[in-house]
T-cell receptor
Framework: AQSVTQLDSQVPVFEEAPVELRCNYS??????LFWYVQYPNQGLQLLLK??????LVKGINGFEAEFNKSQTSFHLRKPSVHISDTAEYFC????????????FGKGTRLSVIA | NAGVTQTPKFRVLKTGQSMTLLCAQD?????MYWYRQDPGMGLRLIHY???????AKGEVPDGYNVSRLKKQNFLLGLESAAPSQTSVYFC????????FGSGTRLTVV
C-alpha cells in the first residue's frame, strides 16, 4: 500500500521569502502525485498534480513541485510567499490506475509572517 | 453548477444519536469517497464506492456505514454517534480527476 510523509507539520516563513514544503511517498508501483491547499475553514483546492512527463510541475498561485523518482519525493516550492499563502497544505498520492482513493499526508501548516 | 454537494454543512449530535450525511454529484462519476479530517491527521479514507450498488472499506471504517443506491448519491451513516467521530467530513468523486465537496463539520457532544 502507498503512504505519504510530510516531513514538517508547521513551517513559519517571512513574507517574500522562499519556501519549500517537503513530501515523500512510498509505493511499490507507479503513482500520481498531488498537492492540495486548504485555507482556514474552507475545503480542499488542487494546487498542482504530476501524472507523467516533465518532472517539474507548475501550479496555481506561483507554486511548483518537482517529482524525484529516485528519492520518492514531490516537494512543493514557491520563490516568494505572501500573507495570503497562509494555509494548510496536503500532499497526496494515488496509484497509476487513477481511480484509486487518494492517500493523504498529515499536512503542513504554512504560516507567513509579515 | 456541476460539482459535489454535501449536506448538511454543520451538525451537532448528542452521543448515541444517529444521522446520515449526503454526498451528491451531478457529473455521472463512478467513483466516490468519504474522508474524515482531524487536526494533525490529514484526511483519512472511511469508505468508498466504485459504482452504483458497491461499497468498500477504507482506512477508518469502524462506526460508519455507507450506501450507494443511486449513482449520484453516496450516503455516510453514523448509527450511534460517539465523541471520537467529531470531525470534518469530506466527500469526493473521481473521473480523470478528483472533485471534493465543501465538507460537513460534525460535533458529537
Amino acid at each position: 500500500a502507498q503512504s505519504v510523509t510530510q516531513l514538517d507539520s508547521q513551517v513559519p516563513v517571512f513574507e517574500e521569502a522562499p519556501v519549500e514544503l517537503r513530501c515523500n511517498y512510498s509505493s511499490s508501483v507507479s503513482v500520481y502525485l498531488f498537492w492540495y491547499v486548504q485555507y482556514p475553514n474552507q475545503g480542499l483546492q488542487l494546487l498542482l498534480k504530476y501524472l507523467s512527463g516533465s518532472t517539474l510541475v507548475k501550479g496555481i498561485n506561483g507554486f511548483e513541485a518537482e517529482f524525484n523518482k529516485s528519492q520518492t519525493s514531490f516537494h512543493l516550492r514557491k520563490p516568494s510567499v505572501h500573507i495570503s499563502d497562509t494555509a494548510e497544505y496536503f500532499c497526496a498520492v494515488s496509484l497509476h490506475s487513477g481511480n484509486t482513493p487518494l492517500v493523504f499526508g498529515k499536512g503542513t501548516r504554512l504560516s507567513v509572517i509579515a | 453548477n456541476a460539482g459535489v454537494t454535501q449536506t448538511p454543512k454543520f451538525r451537532v449530535l448528542k452521543t448515541g444519536q444517529s444521522m446520515t450525511l449526503l454526498c451528491a454529484q451531478d457529473m455521472n462519476h463512478e467513483y466516490m469517497y468519504w474522508y474524515r479530517q482531524d487536526p494533525g491527521m490529514g484526511l483519512r479514507l472511511i469508505h468508498y464506492s466504485v459504482g452504483e450498488g458497491t461499497t468498500a472499506k477504507g482506512e477508518v471504517p469502524d462506526g460508519y456505514n455507507v450506501s450507494r443506491l443511486k449513482k449520484q448519491n453516496f450516503l455516510l451513516g453514523l448509527e450511534s454517534a460517539a465523541p471520537s467521530q467529531t470531525s470534518v467530513y469530506f466527500c469526493a468523486s473521481f473521473y480523470y480527476g478528483y472533485t471534493f465537496g465543501s465538507g460537513t463539520r460534525l460535533t458529537v457532544v
